[in-house]
């Protein structure tokens, strides 16, 4: 009888050790660094509301905002000790009507702190001589020129009751990669606060994106004298030099997972 009661007791014990091991946590195991790029549109100083929101451009124009894309690719960081990581995964597509599209994940990143960051507004000369592709370079996306064989870099279209179109739209396709209308903009800009990249962190880029920036400097755009620019060329040109100094960065933040 006792000895029944002695393996009866050895089987429950290890039953109920069985049953903790179960229950004890896994070990730590580090996740990889993750850098994202937030892109938040606005308006001077209100965030972008497409249809329904109405907004004064530097002229003293009325206008409204339809739709709202741009290209961002080459991105390349720079931490504090001068070294740099490049983005070789691609091209994204910026649009106000899609939340997803605004948050860029940097796969792949080394560890460090980094205080700069640049990208080009558009797609690359080498991209756009390779004809439509997929991805955010998909034709589907409404981004594709068939007729002129490259990419619109970026779009904005709207409603002003300045326009002389009969419709009171406003259509502005920046496209053009080569000679003197060449529209492709190198931005750069220093981080507020260095983005620290290690293990188990998770560090996110705030970056605003100003539309005002489109109608003025270095020139002061009217939409009754300017409604539409559609074919690359001069026009293209002067909208993308306005639109080179829309971009600021509103906050780096880290956090510790």
């Not at 899609?98 to 507004?121: C, E, H, M, P, R």
């Not at 909208?239 to 780096?252: E, G, H, K, P, R």
Request: net charge neutral; proline share 4%; glycine share 8%.
């Amino acid at each position: 009888m006792k000895k029944l009661l002695s393996l009866t007791m050895l089987l429950l014990l290890i039953f109920a050790y069985g049953c903790k091991r179960k229950d004890d946590p896994k070990p730590n195991v580090p996740t990889a660094p993750s850098l994202k790029l937030s892109f938040k549109n606005f308006v001077g100083n209100d965030t972008l509301s497409l249809n329904n929101e109405w907004y004064q451009n530097a002229n003293g124009d009325s206008f409204s905002v339809t739709m709202y894309k741009y290209y961002i690719s080459n991105i390349v960081l720079t931490k504090d000790d001068g070294s740099q990581f490049i983005d070789t995964n691609g091209y994204y597509l910026i649009n106000s009507t899609d939340a997803a599209s605004k948050v860029i994940d940097i796969k792949n990143i080394t560890a460090g702190n980094y205080t700069k960051i640049q990208f080009l507004v558009g797609v690359d000369s080498l991209r756009n001589v390779s004809g439509a592709q997929t991805g955010a370079l998909d034709p589907f996306f409404g981004m594709f020129w068939d007729w002129n064989s490259g990419y619109i870099m970026a779009k904005l279209e709207g409603n002003s009751p300045q326009s002389p179109n009969l419709s009171k739209q406003f259509v502005y396709h920046v496209g053009g990669f080569t000679g003197e209308n060449n529209v492709l903009k190198t931005i750069q800009l220093t981080l507020p606060q260095k983005a620290t990249v290690v293990s188990n962190s998770s560090s996110i880029i705030e970056i605003k994106s100003d539309v005002l920036e489109w109608f003025k400097t270095p020139t002061t755009i009217s939409i009754n004298s300017f409604p539409g620019a559609m074919n690359g060329g001069k026009p293209a040109k002067t909208i993308s030099d306005n639109y080179a100094d829309m971009f600021t960065i509103t906050s780096v933040i880290t956090s510790m997972e």
